[in-house]
Each structure stands twice: as structure tokens, then as C-alpha cells.
């Protein structure tokens, strides 16, 4: 028998765990509320990289969840945490919105169509045919080719919508270049919040809602986890994966009373 390992630090994915678009999953409020009130740190991860941490946390304030802004941790910022590891002060043609170009600036790159070092892909609502050749040529020309996340599509209130992987897709199908993706499931998306709270993998718990990106991304990066059966993966769906998660819970509702209790020191897997 191998002795309880602590659990230090929180991972949650957003969507499907905390919300279906604007509306909370019943015990999200509370779950979070547990979170910052047991003193453990905890990020609130989404590979959404429209939307900069101050937009997230309104969102999810108006769903009356409250998650400080530093406690968001994005695609985008991954991806621009990335950059500044691999080439610090270079320079991209961006094509997304203000949750990608911020998080870039931050890093002191310069946006530009010119000679750009990267071509940095996300997700936007409105995808336009003249940047998408603008990127597809400067690829062509030799700047590297980055996307925030592989998600192909994305859910709206009016039904699926394409998503930066199915861009990725057509950039890539024009220039016979893949991209880096950055966002989950590479796992280095994990990593990237591990090393924001100054967490190690042995005491951090992962809360996703899709066995195919959080939960394998969360596996790879050494994280125990636990899946909510609020979002993508179905109960049925578990055993077609040659994985498992720690723990299958109905949804963080059920998470509420443990989190005082792992905080104690029980394992997850109890």
C-alpha cells in the first residue's frame, strides 16, 4: 500500500465542469467556494482563447461564480508563456482576439505581418478569409506555425460553430505544414499552470470533463484525476479509453465534501 499523497493544488477545466456556456452546473458555486476557502491554490483552466482572465471571471461571475482573475489560466497565456520560453521578444501574425493578442503583448512580442518569427493561430467568431491567406502565406514564406488548442468546434447557443483546430486544418491542408499545438491535450498546457502556482504533479489533482484533453493531458503531466460526467464524456463512453481517470464523479457537486477532506491529507483514489 502506498500512503496517501496530499493534495496541494487544484486543476479545473471550465466548460462542462463549471458551466454550459453562461449557465452553472449545479455545485460549481460551492465547489469553487471550497477551493479558495481551503487556502490551496487552484487554477480554473479553459482552452478558450478568445477571452483574456478578466472576461472569463466576469463570465463567470454573472453565472455567480466567483474566480479571482489570476486565477484563470487559458490557451492563450499557455501559449504565450510558451513563446516567450522559445524565442523571448519575437514576433507573430496573430490571427485571434484580444485573449490571444493580449496575452502576446504582455510578453513584449510585436504583432506583425511582416517577416514574422510565428504564425500564431487561436479562436475567434470571426474568422477572416484575408488574414487566413495572410498567415497561410507567411507560413509558406518561413514563419513557424503555432494554434492556441486542436478543439475542431466549439458549442454557441446556436449549435456548433468551427473551432481553431478546423482552421488549423485548412492552413495546414494549403501549406502541407502542421502546427505546434499548445493547449490541452499537450500535456505542456498542464505543466505551464503547474509551474504559475509553483505546484509539483505528485500533490495536484486535475477536474475535466472530457477524457480525450483533460484527462489524458492531466495523466501525461504526472496529475491524478477526476472526471465529471456534467459535459462531454458520457459514463458509457469511459471504458472505450485504454486510460482511466483516479476517480468518475456525476459532477463537482460531489467534489464539495472532499475537498476539506484531501486537503487533510486522504488520497483521491480513496
Known sequence: MTPA??????????????????DPIPGAAEFVA???????????????????????????????????????WTSALATADFLAEQRPGGSAF????????????????????????????????????EAITTAIRLIE????????????????AQGTLPATGSVAALI??????????????????MRSALNRLEAHSETTVMVGDRMDTDIVSGLEAGLRTVLVLSGSTGAAEVEQFPYRPTRVLDSVADLVPLVERLADGDDVEG
Open 94 to 129: 496573430a490571427v485571434g482576439e484580444a485573449g490571444l493578442t493580449t496575452a502576446l503583448h504582455d510578453i513584449g512580442y510585436v504583432l506583425t505581418d511582416r517577416d514574422p518569427d510565428y504564425v500564431v493561430l487561436g479562436e475567434t467568431r470571426t474568422y477572416s478569409f
Open 5 to 22: 499523497r496530499p493534495v496541494e493544488t487544484w486543476l479545473t477545466d471550465m466548460d462542462g465542469v463549471l458551466v454550459h456556456e453562461e
Open 34 to 72: 471550497a477551493l479558495r476557502s481551503s487556502g490551496r491554490p487552484f487554477l480554473v483552466l479553459t482552452n478558450n482563447s478568445i477571452f483574456t482572465p478578466r472576461d472569463l471571471r466576469a463570465r463567470l461571475g454573472r453565472s455567480g461564480i466567483d474566480v479571482p482573475e489570476e486565477s484563470i
Open 172 to 189: 495546414s491542408t494549403a501549406t502541407r505544414r502542421r502546427p505546434y499545438f499548445v493547449g490541452k491535450p499537450n500535456p505542456l498546457m
Open 141 to 156: 514564406a518561413g514563419a513557424r506555425f503555432i494554434a492556441t488548442n486542436p478543439d475542431p468546434s466549439g458549442p454557441s
